[in-house]
């Protein structure tokens, strides 16, 4: 187990520690009698329940024993619209496909006032904190009065989304978000189809600069594909009826993700977001970059009946995040929900290697696993604690239960401010 942090107890601070069964860490296998010490709004440590009480246990040390319960850190929802919070669309008996989708959805969003965009966005936030989740990828488009300052929980990495097919200066993206250098904003271009990519390459450099993450919609769908590689179809038609078509734009020729290669944008500060159409070749570029990639399947079984080969990324050892999309595709911004999908699609996939992708594997898509993500020292508080009966024979038999049992909305946060 590792050592202490720099915090210190003291009368009014007292050290909590929290027993149970199992603890789920996610930067180490799963601990069976394990408990998690916590001072302030910070982790100590994470172990074996006897070392944990040994070393920190003591006067004034108050002590919770969770029977039947597995403790694990909050989810990290890396790709969400919160915007679409509002819509209730009913999930369709047949996949419309990208265009009749989107075609919806720029209809849905031209009704949206700011006040139902704030309204919206607080709905999602108060749903994504129910169902377990500590921190959401909200990506916003355009940013609104009201949602500047930083909240409790969910927290959010907030990624203002550049369009502009036509657009060759960020500075044009940027002008209505006066304060983008002094609050923690990251970027997000839309896709190779909505976004410039000259501003592609300028809103990576600036993210780079700044140690921020950078994300986009990458290789979704078909028509992304067809646009990308030959310059027709959907998305060619779509720029010219907006009239955000540039003349001077030449296709690549290449698949989306070699096309992002080429114009410099993939590192370990970069999120793909879906990457549905990928061949070998896109999959060992991604492992090479080091890019992170966040999935959404029910988001693209919903819109295209599509799903993303998810153990080719595992195989590869990219890391790899869960999202939930939007309302606008999808039905719950539950992400136990979304990798219940995932365990039922793929049953290929160890389930304690999902419930990474959904806590660690998110936090290292945004930048935050220094804090989020684990239980361990340094890591931050709330935590959830997760029913589980019965007697998990193995790790990926407890991360299937605690899965399950969250899909069900039977999650719990403890160790801080909003502790049940």
Known sequence: ??????????????????????????????????????????????????????????????????????????????????????????????????????????????????????????????????????????VVNPPVDGMSGVGGVPYECRFVELLGFSTKNLEENLSALHDVDTLPWALAAHSLYGTSWEVIRQAKDWTRARGRPFS???????????????GAGFCRDLL?????????????????????????????????????????????IAARRGASVCFCP???????????????????????????????????LNLFREAAAVLDAYHGLEPAAVLRMMTLGGARALGLDRTWGYLGPKAGTPFLAVPVTGHPASENELAEAIIRQGALGRVAWIGGEISC
């Open 1 to 138: 187990m590792s050592g202490l942090t720099d915090l210190k107890a003291t009368p009014s601070d007292p050290v909590r520690i929290y027993r149970a069964p199992w603890v789920f860490p996610a930067i180490g296998p799963a601990i069976a009698d394990g408990a998690v010490a916590v001072c302030k709004d910070r982790i100590l440590a994470a172990g074996e329940a006897q070392e944990v009480v040994e070393r920190f246990g003591g006067p004034g040390v108050r002590l919770w024993d969770h029977e039947d319960t597995a403790l694990l850190p909050g989810a990290v929802n890396a790709h969400t619209h919160l915007d679409f919070s509002g819509l209730s669309f009913k999930k369709p008996e047949r996949s419309p496909g990208f265009a009749r989708w989107v075609l919806s959805v720029f209809e849905a969003k031209g009704a949206l006032s700011p006040s139902n965009r704030l309204e919206a966005q607080n709905k999602g936030r108060a749903e994504a904190a129910a169902s377990g989740t500590i921190w959401l990828g909200n």
């Open 216 to 230: 986009i919609h990458a290789a979704e769908h078909r028509e992304e594909m067809q646009f990308v590689r030959l």
């Open 240 to 284: 010219f009826s907006l009239g955000r078509w540039d003349p001077a734009w030449r296709p690549s020729g290449l698949s989306p993700v070699k096309t992002l290669e080429a114009l410099g944008v993939l590192d370990p500060r970069t999120l793909l977001v879906h990457m549905v159409h990928v061949d070998a070749e896109d999959w060992d």
């Open 298 to 332: 029910r988001s693209n079984r919903w819109i295209e009946g599509t799903l993303p080969k998810i153990e080719e990324a595992v195989r590869r050892g990219i890391s790899c995040a869960l999202g939930t999309d939007s309302r606008a595709s999808n039905e719950d």
